[in-house]
């Protein structure tokens, strides 16, 4: 008989549950280590209890950077089977969580499917859906309807939501006033604004938190809090409308916490290289250590086409300086849905950024994969070299295609026989080096 409602009740309860043990092995910890981390709220274990064959994760700054994948139909890409390889492939190159972001036809099968078959953490952003699930426009829908599908989406079994319950009407003033050059950039916090344009009414998100409280514990659903006002450029970061819209994320996490609900509080967008650390320390300060999940940071405005390489950046630095979960961005990114080809390309951008960061933050075991890549190129052992790599499909491939003229086993095209490994190798052991 289970006699906690979530994995924050259960911590505090001093109650260690089977996803606790799972998350201290995976991270090298303690079980009681994980339990009070959870029972302070610094890590979340996003594990709804409908989902029952997910593998759970703890995401928290001390521990391994996760990577979450966004996918989902749009109205120009509306192929479930699509999405679901896009999915599958995720999952096999390291994804910790895939965000269903659909916003076409009947989600729910293809929702139902995720928390099914899917053993990553699942999240959604139930705005999004609300307008596709009642075949409604926006202005029609009342805060209840906007619950009513929060409610549907933890009765589906997803892990975590992402909620934009920190703008307020007072942010309608303040946009128009402060005159931010990219406004708002959230699709999420753009329908809240909208629709509390549209309607005169108080965000329901923020209104009916209390509501959303309780549904939350019933299912254990983690609430993502969105960040509306994130920047979405550069000359916009760290702006009014950010920090204050964060000041009402950390006061929500409190609430959140008081009803035992996980909480991880979302953060920037577009962020100069020499903002991104401080944005991690104002966040950590203002959200009490809530873990802290950011989309990027992007660290310059220039590059579409791109912006896996820009994310990568300030998602290794955000990441270093205490960011805990990072969505990753494509090439696609502020041009088109990304295709297969794009995801990948994003998902290896964001596993090298987390990566990065761990050994940088000194997390057990981070670096064990690297000292083994070393051990394999001292030797010019090229299957564990591809075993090794992050993405070993890609390495084959371009070292099969390009292999040296005259000696196919030892060195690479790149130096042939001037290859400093192999000179070193001989040299050391006394041997004659052969160069023309
Ligand atoms: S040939 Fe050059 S690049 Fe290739 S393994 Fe040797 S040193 Fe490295």
Redesign the pocket.
Known sequence: MQTYTTQMDAARKGIVTPQMETVAKKEYRTVEEIRQLVAEGKVAIPANKHHECLNPEGIGSMLRTKINVNLGVSRDCKDYSIEMQKVMSAVNMGAEAIMDLSSHGNTQPFRQKLTHECPVMIGTVPVYDSVIHYQRDLATLTAQDFIDVVRLHAEDGVDFVTLHCGITRKTIEQIRKHKRKMNIVSRGGSLVFAWMCMTGNENPFYEHFDEILDICEEHDVTISLGDACRPGCLADATDVCQIEELVRLGELTKRAWAHNVQVMVEGPGHVPLNQVAANMEIQKTICMGAPFYVLGPLVTDIAPGYDHITAAIGGAVAAMSGAAFLCYVTPAEHLALPNVDDVKQGIVASKIAAHAADIAKGIPHARDIDDKMGDARRV?DWDAQFACALDPETAKAIRDARLPEDDHSD??S???KF????SMNKALAGEYIDIL
């Open positions: 010019l060195t690479c790149m130096c042939g290859c400093a490994v192999r």
